[in-house]
């Protein structure tokens, strides 16, 4: 479990300018990590301001030593998967390295200064990916109200399975279409009912994001052997965004296993993975539950976690439409939410996914489930925020939308904050809808009434 | 897609003489690929009877040439996916290639036997593992009598599905826990609702055995590039048995966004993938679907598919108990099926699972769901055999399942054959049930009455 130490110290600022702004999501103070293309070769990186340290080169530099060393050192073949299935102290010690060579009165400051494109490079001048290999991606069903409303949407006599507050409701997820942010994604085609009810296969018309928090996982646990909850929180190496696309007409039709091909055309998350030890200062108590709740059963309780599982972080999603941009008018958020909209906490999703025994690797990711709560702004996805299509939601373009069109754009961000700490950004998570591709050697669409 | 070559000639016989024996999986028609481990190295190689052509030794013996020698130097590493990434032809190649070589009249028979055991070493003496890196697995539900009799004993009005026939139903399994066959399946734990109706949490009482084809994909495709129906079969590298462990009692209770942990505890496959090219003769029509089933969209109907879609491939498990084991009685025969129980033909999943641009990369595996039929001995797990339970099954020792105790093994098989075909086998895919281990740090089982 992460503690406060040097470099959680809100005092201390970076002779890198751009991560002293107060709206800066990189300042010295969180140090997220992450992979880059530099020159066609994969390297991995931490985040400064509007920089990124490219760990290659500063281990190239010899300023680092011991336990620092070794982790910078792990990461030479540029992914980071070596680095994160270290223990912890190993990431402690990095982090603490970076953060003594990036403060505004670091002794080697003149040094890094003089070779700064070479091992600080902007961000700007380098092509962002995935940060780590991801073996299974796993996506929960952890927000009461977006599950209720589903269930509403879905003229559920009970909206809320029974199973809901026992355990945190999971499926597995497509890994191979996860995707960094930034670029397209393509509408999918997919079997549908038309508004007559009849199966058809096409481009699919309902297309939806939804607002997630991911824990990519650290050191991961051996076939058999589950993860107890008070050891939970220390297999996750840290976070990041996660749009979790949704083609609900497919979905709708296709579901009776759990979601198949309504999601696994294309998941994004952001860049850079915020480390369980910069989010320190922004730890909490676990969202209270209600009187009357059931109570938690003993393998998914702990008592460290109760008292510090939740995190102050605020989650925001906006919209700009094609329209808008041509227009120059400004994207509109739409969803302003927070993690306490949560029902479960991460290190519970970690114990109750190794209970029956099943192994994380290191680089798994554990999506949330969409993050939606009770008020109207904090509905994370527009099925959502309209509800489920009646209610259109009406922009500044005097366009409306109950589904994202071709040319829309989601950016997802994020922000932890608590007094008396410097507060820090996850970046973004981006991408935009581009158009359905002509369907190869078939005769799509069909020749109406040809269903 | 493949077809017959000199490889299928019914009159070859190997030098291998446990290769020719009437009842060989591994004939020298059938060259099915693997991986194991040998010295402590990860080795690829190919089954011949009782042996294992080494493919590294093989490589270094210069005995090949050509794209078969390409095909050989991809596996150097000690896994199959660079190979099965390749174009079908320098598979096609090695599998010619090492048919000469085994053949009774090879010239260069002499010059391996001086070097058997290095270059062939026997299958008893190596440790066979997972035949490839499987970054994400899939599985499909297609037997129609297997979704209906669930249906049925769900007590649905409809026990089919609305979907089922106008797309194979699939889910996303979890990869991190496939298994080779052989060696403990640890029974999990897990919550799930006991007599009274209370949540509980401890080791799963009811745990069964589903026997299942799965495909291994070879090229993949890109995300967003659709795979059409007529090149799915060419994605296809082979095939292999897959048995997909579940513990019921878990699955009814957490089952809302599909199978989770009652299935991710543990998942085997048989370690020999049988090529597609080697199942050639034992092609035959897609089963045909009843007057009155919808027709098949355009992109999932391919004509080679529904004339050649389907194999003549019998498949079989077999049940042993400790007591039996103790008393010398033989493992008994409890399921006898057919690949025609499959609605939809293995290019159908592949042309469905990509229909929405989801990209399947080199190893990824595709289970083709229960493989059950209408007869009684065709059901394919222990809920099928037994009518979910009220129907126990009686074993010859006296006693009766419905559900797998600790101690029972399960050994599925498989036997393609047809006539004028020297018939090939799967070898065999086994576990044993484990009992559950204590539970870390928790009080489990809990006293009495604290639910």
Known sequence: MSALNSTHDPARRSWIESANAGNADFPIQNLPFGA??????????????????????????????GDAALACASVRDGTLNALMALDARHVSAL?????????????????????????????????????????????????????????RYKGLAD??????????IAYHGRASSLRVSGGEVRRPYGQYRDAEGRVCFGPAPMLDFELELAAVIGRGNPLTQAIPIDDARAHIFGYCLLNDWSAKTIQWFE???????????????????????????????????????????PHLHGVQDQQSGGLDLQLFA??????????????????????????????????????????????DLLGSGTISGASDESRACLTELTDAGKKPLALPSGESRIALEDGDEIVLSARASAPGAVSIGFGECRARIAPALPYPHAPYPLPHGEH
């Not at 890094?112 to 073996?135: F, H, K, R, W, Y």
């Not at 909206?159 to 945190?168: C, D, G, M, N, V």
């Not at 309504?262 to 998941?267: L, R």
Request: include cysteine.
């Open 95 to 151: 982090r603490g390295a970076l953060s003594a060579l990036l403060a505004q009165n670091a002794p080697a400051r003149s040094r890094l200064e003089s070779s700064i494109d070479a091992v600080l490079p902007q961000m700007n001048d380098v092509q962002l990916t995935l940060p780590c290999t991801i073996g299974d991606y796993t996506d929960f069903l952890t927000s009461l109200h977006h599950t209720e409303r589903h269930g």
């Open 255 to 297: 579901q009776v296993l759990g979601p198949f091909l309504g999601k696994s055309f294309h998941s994004s998350i952001s860049p850079w993975i915020v480390t369980d030890e910069a989010l320190a200062p922004f730890r909490k108590a676990a969202p209270a539950r209600a009187a009357g709740d059931p109570a938690i059963l």
């Open 36 to 65: 880059f293309v530099r020159g066609g070769e994969l390297r991995t990186g931490v985040a400064i301001g509007d920089r990124i340290v490219d760990l290659r080169a500063l281990h190239d530099t010899a300023l680092l030593e």
């Open 159 to 168: 909206p809320l399975p029974a199973a809901f507050k026992s355990l945190p």
């Open 318 to 363: 906006q919209l700009s439409t094609a329209a808008m941009r041509r227009d120059h008018i400004e994207p509109v958020r739409i969803t302003h939410t927070h993690l306490d909209n949560l029902y479960w906490t991460f290190a519970q999703m970690v114990a109750h996914h190794t209970s029956n025994g099943c192994n994380l690797r290191t680089g």
